[in-house]
Each structure stands twice: as C-alpha cells, then as structure tokens.
C-alpha cells in the first residue's frame, strides 16, 4: 500500500498522467488508508476483531477473514466459492454491490440465484461431465437452459420412437433374435440408457404424519440471553402449513431460538407449549444426525434390506435412487462424502421418518440448484408446518409464509415476508452520509473521465471492430458464391450463425466506443 502511495507521488512530480490515473485506480479499491480500509472491510463482511487470534477462530470466522483478504487484494480476478455461507442477509447484499462495481474480473461459485441475477455476466454450468456456457444473469441462464433441454428433449423423442420399432422387432417370435442380430439387440440396451439416465432426477416428499388445524407451537412472551439479552417478550404461533423464516443478523440469536423450537434449549422466561401430536424433524447447519463411520446403506437402512414409505416396503437401493444415490455408492462412508450428499442423505432419513414439524438451519448450503428446487417444492407441497433460517433471500422469498425478524435492541417483529421487513428496516435506518475518502493533496492535478483500463479499451476499439468487419465481408462474400455450396467442407449452417455472432459483436463494439468515447472528454 504505501509503495502504491509512493509510485503515485512519482507519478505526479514526472508528470506521467497515464500512470497517475492507473494508481489512482487501484487505490480507490484498497483505500487511501489502508488502516481504516482493513477495519472498516472485517467489519462489513462480520469478521472478529482484528486483534482476534487466527487460531481461535470457528470455521464460519475464518471464512469471513478470508473474504475480507481476498476483497482488499486489488487483484485481477477474484475467484470466490459460496461467499454467501456464513454471512447474513445484509452483508449478502453488500458484497453483491461490491462486485457489481468491481473493475477486474469474478470467477463465482454460489447457489445465491439473486446474486447470480445482479453480478453475473456469464454462467457456465457442469452437467454429465459436460459444460455449457451462457450469456447473462440467472434468469437469462433459465431460459437458454430451457431452450436446450426442450432440443434435447426433441432428441430424445426420436429415440423413444426408435427404441418403439426395436422393441417391436425383439417381440417377435425367437427364430428372429439369430446370432446375427447380436448387434441390434445391444443397440435397444443403449437407447434404454440414454433415455433413462436423462430422466433421473430428485424425487422428494415429505410424509406429514397427523393432519390437524390446532396450533402446533405456541410461545408467549419468551425471553432469553447470555451476557446480554438476545430477545424479550417474544411472542408467536407455528400452525400446519406455516413455512415461517428466520431472519436478522450474524449472532442476533436466530439459532438459539431454533435450539428452544427444536427442545434442545429452555427459554430462560415466557413458556412454550407444544401440541402433543407435534413430531419435529431437523437438519441442523452443523449436517449432525449421520454416523460418520457408517455407509450410505446403513445410514439410511440401519441394516435392513428394505424402508417403508407411505407403509409400503421399498428396497434401499431403490429409494436411495430417488436421491441420485447410484448402486456404487451404496457401500460408501458418510465421512467420504460431500457437503451436497450429506445432505440429500439427511433429507432421505428424515423423509422416512416423518414429520409435521421441520426445523431447517441453513439448508441450502452445499445444494446444486435442481436439488434446492426439489427441496423448495416439496416444502411449497408440505401439509406441515416448516421453521427455516437461511441466508438464501430466493429461498425465503419462495417458501415462507411469514418471517420473524431478529432487529436492534433484542426486538423480534414478524412480518408477512422478507421484503416487508427490510422495508421496515430501510424506513427505520437513518440515511448516512459516507465519509469522504482519504487522499493526498496531490489528488486534485489528477485528470478526471476515462480510468487507465478504459482508455486502452477506447484505444483498442477501432482495431478490434476494423478486423471484425473485414470477417464480415469475407463470409458475406463465401455465402453469396454459389460455388461455396459446392465445397463438402463448407458448413453453411455454421457460417450464417458465425456471421451473425459477428454482426451482433460489431454492433455492441460500436456502442461501447460511442459511450467511451462521450466520457473521453
């Protein structure tokens, strides 16, 4: 930081305003005071004192240190795996600000749909080992998704109508299955695969136990704290097809009140009463509830050969199977397995124990986003009552019916939603003015407009657009020679989209250089 300080006094006494503008650049993202930036940085992302111990710090801690040292690197690309795990709603969306307007590039892995929506410009999604890349944010990302699926879809009708006519064949009378049709025969087990294997998906439903329209929880003026008080006087009630959230942030006491919910913990005042025919099923952020030495098989059998389901038997091979468990991995340890299979494991053991109460605590940490969907639509199906905290602001937005908010003060208001508590909480807050950034003196000979990044660009344009152009008119050219048609090699499908690509790039070159080119004043 201070050699940054030093090169760009250089920079001012030689004169060199290239230089300065590029320094002034990366300082606006590091601060001008490093100190106050390091402090001000912990504090937004919820870290612990900058005094704390690395070593004493929990796992969530950690993280949150580490998000804080990658964010002040300046660097070129960051690259950030679920960032959102362990920060609450508010710092969620203040990181979503901060890499919108970041200037270098965001490699992110994240399950958080809004984010993906605001910061994303490109998704590309892993699916059978395969890759597909698309242009956009979340919803952009949905719809070419679906576009291909319907083609692959269309594909995989002309299969079935294949494997109809090879399945007719292979009725016939056995004179007809000679050793010569070997091959055909292999072929039917081949379009079988396909077509199975494209079908596999999450089947996930939770079993309600007892129907019943009597309250299920009732608590009355709750109260409960530590070295200081985490709520007062909280009142609520939990009834069958309530999905209620959990909001507010880090440390606020969102999982002490899931704890008294969940009868792990007493409240210290009020009472909460239970309605007898009231079973709870929980999944806790900590994934507990697996036997790490166990196998899947057993973790989900107990030894048995056969689960019930709705009363009926079913093999455990067969039900594990609706949870993408395949036969190869019946025999492997919990221990060995990851995040997101640990839990579409616990979501398998509590779907065959049953409940009509379920305590959720982050549940979608770890889960791929057709696993989450699974998960959102069998709680929307639900004919219990569901109590969630999550960070995950389209999961609430999606599943709960009402949220209580964990606010300044110890106060727990319930809202109809999560959008009506922030806007609450955005009436409430006072506007703050930020405070005006730390620079030297010399700050104010630096030329304003274009950053150091953009005038290359700006520089770079008319090349880039001239050379686009000139393969423009070159395929414009081969598409209107009818010899070109005669040539086995020429792809004609390929060339018109390639010329379209090219059209469309020169277009949104052209505008770019128009708004650069306005600012380059």
Not at 118 to 146: F, M, P, Q
Not at 233 to 257: E, Q, V, Y
């Amino acid at each position: 930081h201070q050699e940054l300080l030093s090169d760009y006094e250089e920079a001012i006494i030689d004169g060199d305003a290239e230089r300065m503008s590029e320094l002034q650049d990366r300082l606006d993202v590091v601060g001008w005071d490093l100190g106050h930036n390091i402090d001000s940085m912990l504090e937004r992302v919820g870290a612990p004192p900058a005094t704390a111990k690395n070593t004493n710090l929990s796992g969530g801690e950690k993280r949150r240190v580490a998000l804080a040292r990658t964010l002040l690197s300046n660097a070129d690309l960051l690259i950030l795996d679920e960032p959102t795990n362990h920060l609450d709603v508010e710092t969620i969306e203040w990181l979503e600000a901060f890499l919108k307007g970041y200037r270098g590039g965001v490699l992110l892995v994240t399950h958080d749909r809004y984010m993906l929506e605001s910061v994303a410009t490109h998704i590309v999604e892993i699916e059978n080992g395969l890759t597909y890349r698309y242009t956009g944010g979340y919803s952009d990302y949905l719809e070419e998704r679906t576009e291909r699926q319907f083609r692959l879809e269309q594909a995989e009708d002309r299969r079935l109508k294949i494997l109809a006519k090879e399945l007719a064949w292979a009725a016939r009378s056995p004179s007809a299955r000679s050793t010569k049709q070997k091959a055909r025969l292999q072929r039917i087990d081949g379009l079988k695969n396909k077509i199975w294997s494209a079908q596999e998906e999450l089947k996930l439903r939770f079993m309600t136990l007892d129907n019943f329209g009597a309250n299920l929880i009732e608590a009355r003026d709750l109260a409960f704290g530590y070295d200081e008080p985490l709520f007062a006087r909280l009142d609520f009630s939990i009834a069958p097809n309530t999905r209620l959230g959990i909001i507010g942030p880090n440390g606020a006491g969102k999982s002490t009140l899931m704890k008294i919910i969940a009868k792990k913990l007493k409240p210290q005042k009020g009472n909460i009463s239970f309605h007898s025919r009231c079973k709870i099923g929980m999944i806790d952020q900590k994934r507990s509830g697996l036997k790490l030495n166990e196998t899947v098989w057993e973790a989900v059998g107990g030894g048995n050969d056969h689960v019930f389901v709705n009363e009926q038997p079913v093999h455990v091979a067969s039900f594990l199977r609706r949870f993408l468990f395949s036969r190869e991995m019946l025999e492997q340890r919990v221990d060995g397995l990851s995040g997101g299979e640990r839990a579409r494991l616990l979501l398998a053991k509590l779907m065959l124990n049953g409940a009509n109460l379920i305590l959720l605590d982050e549940p979608t940490n770890d889960l791929d986003f057709l696993t989450l969907r699974s998960l959102e639509e069998s709680l929307l199906s639900f004919g219990g009552a569901v109590v969630v905290i999550s960070h995950d602001r389209a999961f609430l937005d999606r599943v709960c019916t009402s949220v209580l908010s964990f606010e300044a003060g110890g106060r727990v208001v319930e809202y109809a939603d999560r959008q009506q508590a922030l806007a609450a909480r955005r009436k409430s807050d006072p506007p703050t003015e930020t405070a005006p950034k730390k620079r030297k003196t010399v700050e104010k000979s630096v030329k304003k407009g274009l950053s150091f990044k953009e005038r290359k660009e700006l520089a770079a344009l008319p090349d880039e657009i001239e050379r686009l152009e000139q393969q423009q008119e070159e395929l414009i050219e081969r598409l209107n020679d009818p010899s070109s048609y005669k040539d086995s090699e020429f792809d004609v499908k390929r060339s018109a989209q390639m010329l379209q690509e090219i059209e469309d790039t020169v277009a949104r070159l052209y505008e770019r250089w128009e708004a650069l080119s306005e600012l380059d004043l």
